[in-house]
């Protein structure tokens, strides 16, 4: 990268890049392309990207691919138009650019037959956990059936997020992005949320839904009713963005919606007489998921300009096992909304992605804890926000390809 805009990177593919992902520490890239091909490319000590490796990944498109944690190895997760979940490992003994270095350690399919269309990783210390939605709107939720390997997963629960199965032929958009800290918001812990629990946002067609996914005494995370669920944009929701800073005092969410607005959410766990949640046995939740989980919440007046004067959804009396053992309110509103067109990508800047980001061009010393957010979109351009004095969201940046006068 320079001053001027983005570094040209061969990334070998003659089809479109459709997904991007970088480790933890932002010197690893893995892509998926239309080519069905993935791709790893890693920083060299010059700031340069170099093919590690490129191979076929899936008998499709390549949809969506992660890295896992930071404590877990070279992990990687992809899903493709092949219907497949793919987990790969590095093989350091293999060569470079051999096809052969990352090996697919574990698939599977769709029980009933449907792409996925979305995955991320939660890791909690050295336990990982793995969200997949698939294109009609069934979430789930795995993890390894032993911890320290990822050879073999077992699947924790399910649901429709939608409340049923997206008919064929509607346009859709399903997304799932996890709170990425170790643990979750300070002041949801006070207000009564167990620490060890799992935050999870989902887009719904035109909403994004919250869920707080609790371990119950038999060691398996359950879902529950969504705790939350974000309004405003008037079209689909394309993106959604958790902030990884746990530090902050209430949880901020970032989306990025069709209707070419970014919006920024903030949640709140007003603090109450709560016990820690816990729940006693598993969730009344049939396989086929006919129908949603009981707990209601209530709906706030509708509309953009509403949202931002303050207004907020909250979920009241929560009962979240069924015998009132643990009650914890959410509230919502909309902080602010920043007009795009055509973007499709949110992405908060964290930790050593964030220093290999900036540091090239920028000295901004709050960049490494999840203040910093970067949205993209069809004019291919970057940019990059962060929040200012007087509670705005502010671009400070705006990154554009090279062109031949640059070069």
């Not at 998926?32 to 191979?55: C, M, P, Q, Y």
């Not at 890295?67 to 092949?82: A, F, H, P, R």
Request: with cysteine; aromatic share 10%; charged share 20%.
């Amino acid at each position: 990268m320079t001053a001027h805009g983005f570094k040209g990177l061969t990334h070998g593919s003659a089809e479109l890049v459709l997904a991007a992902h970088y480790n933890f520490y932002g010197t690893r890239l893995v892509t998926g392309s239309a080519d069905h091909k993935i791709r790893v490319f890693d920083l060299t000590a010059e700031d340069n990207w170099e093919l590690v490796d490129a191979w076929r990944g899936h008998n499709g498109e390549v949809l969506d691919v992660k890295w896992n944690g930071v404590s877990t190895g070279q992990i990687i997760g992809s899903i493709g138009e092949d219907l497949k979940l793919k987990v790969w490992q590095e093989d350091e003994m293999q060569a470079h650019n051999g096809g052969r270095r990352f090996k697919c350690i574990f698939s599977q399919s769709a029980a009933h037959q449907v792409n996925y269309v979305s995955l991320d990783f939660k890791n909690i210390h050295h336990e990982s956990y793995l969200a997949l939605v698939t294109r009609d709107g069934l979430v789930s939720l795995s993890e390894p059936t032993r911890q320290d390997f990822f050879d073999d997963w077992k699947e924790l629960d399910q649901f429709w997020v939608a409340g049923g199965r997206i008919a064929r032929g509607r346009e859709t958009s399903f997304k799932v992005s996890f709170q990425h800290s170790s643990r979750p918001n300070y002041n949801a812990i006070v207000a009564g949320l167990s620490d060890n629990a799992l935050s999870l946002a989902v887009v719904s067609m035109e909403a994004v839904k919250l869920y707080r996914i609790i371990k119950p005494e038999d060691n398996s995370y359950r879902f529950q009713s969504p705790v939350i669920e974000l309004n405003g944009p008037r079209g689909l929701v394309r993106d959604v963005a958790w902030s990884p800073a746990s530090w902050m005092v209430n949880d901020v969410i970032a989306t990025a919606a069709n209707d070419g607005y970014v919006r920024i959410y903030e949640v709140f766990t007003p603090r109450t007489e709560s016990k820690t949640i816990t729940i006693k046995g598993p969730v009344n939740n049939p396989p086929e998921f006919a129908s949603p989980p009981s707990s209601t919440y209530t709906r706030a007046p509708s509309g953009i300009a509403t949202s931002l004067a303050g207004a907020s959804r909250s979920l009241s009396n929560v009962n979240l096992d069924g015998n009132n053992d643990g009650q914890i309110l959410h509230d919502w509103k909309m902080i602010d909304e920043i007009k795009q067109e055509g973007v499709w990508r949110v992405e908060w800047v964290r930790n050593g992605l964030s220093h290999w980001l900036v540091s090239l061009f920028l000295n901004i010393s709050d960049c490494g804890t999840g203040n910093m957010l970067v949205t993209t979109g069809d004019v291919g351009k970057v940019h990059l926000w962060r929040k200012g004095l007087n509670g705005k969201w502010m671009e400070f940046a705006d990154l554009g390809p090279e062109t031949s006068d640059n070069n």
